[in-house]
């Protein structure tokens, strides 16, 4: 089945060590996006790309960074994780078709920091 | 901010109706008016969406009020499996891509 798919489900790290996150799609979406989730609030998003075009929302900070070597992959760095980063990172993909798009998630990635 | 206004909470028994209602009451004429849900743990996962005429899916109805200030969301024949965070998002294809979330409805399916 096409999906979102995210790696690992479950992330530890400590206070400033860099981490990556993956995620990656066999939907064929031009457009993928990276949310963070905090306990009990709504997702928030971080970015996304259009094909190969960037698009940062402006109040993401920048200790978090996105590559997307191709239309299938997407990571997620951040570069010297907080304690206030400890959260759920979602990847999204949609393809825009018309004048809608339809976002399908992933299952997420749990970052604890300590 | 999010455009929309849910209850937070809703309870329904398990093999009844689920019927979750939103407002959006400064919806623009380009807004779809989207449902997504959340199960604990687990991404978001699109239910169904729609612009003024009422959509019907293998998970879901969506009822939109003529006026489109308002919609609900009915699940016909809710299950245990059903419970989880629903959120109701207005969007624009112009929004730079951003789904504005609100805070959502906790729905509880009980049996």
């Known amino acids: 089945d096409a999906m979102v798919i995210q790696n690992p489900r479950y992330q530890v790290t400590q206070f400033g060590k860099p981490v990556t996150l993956s995620c990656s799609q066999t939907l064929n979406h031009n457009v993928m996006y990276w949310y963070q989730q905090k306990s009990s609030q709504a997702p928030k998003l971080l970015f996304h790309?259009?094909?190969?075009?960037?698009?940062n929302e402006a109040d993401t900070p920048d200790n978090f960074q996105s590559r997307r070597p191709n239309t299938s992959f997407c990571f997620l760095d951040i570069r010297s994780p907080g304690l206030g980063d400890a959260a759920m990172y979602l990847c999204?993909?949609?393809?825009?078709?018309?004048?809608?798009?339809?976002?399908?998630f992933g299952p997420g990635t749990r970052l604890t920091v300590l | 901010d999010a455009k929309t206004t849910q209850p937070p909470s809703m309870d329904c028994a398990e093999g009844r109706a689920a019927n979750l209602p939103c407002n959006h009451s400064t919806i623009s004429g380009n807004e779809y008016v989207y449902w997504y849900r959340q199960i604990h743990s687990q991404g978001p996962q699109y239910i169904i969406h729609?612009?003024?005429?009422?959509e019907t899916n293998e998970m879901a109805s969506l009822i939109i009020t003529e006026d489109r200030k308002s919609s609900t969301l009915i699940l016909p024949h809710a299950t245990l499996r059903d419970t989880a965070v629903y959120y109701c998002i207005v969007r624009a294809m112009d929004s730079n891509y951003q789904l504005i979330w609100g805070a959502g409805t906790k729905l509880i399916i009980k049996p």
């Open positions: 790309y259009y094909d190969k075009d960037f698009n």
């Open positions: 729609g612009l003024k005429n009422n």
């Open positions: 999204a993909t949609s393809r825009v078709e018309g004048n809608t798009d339809t976002q399908y």
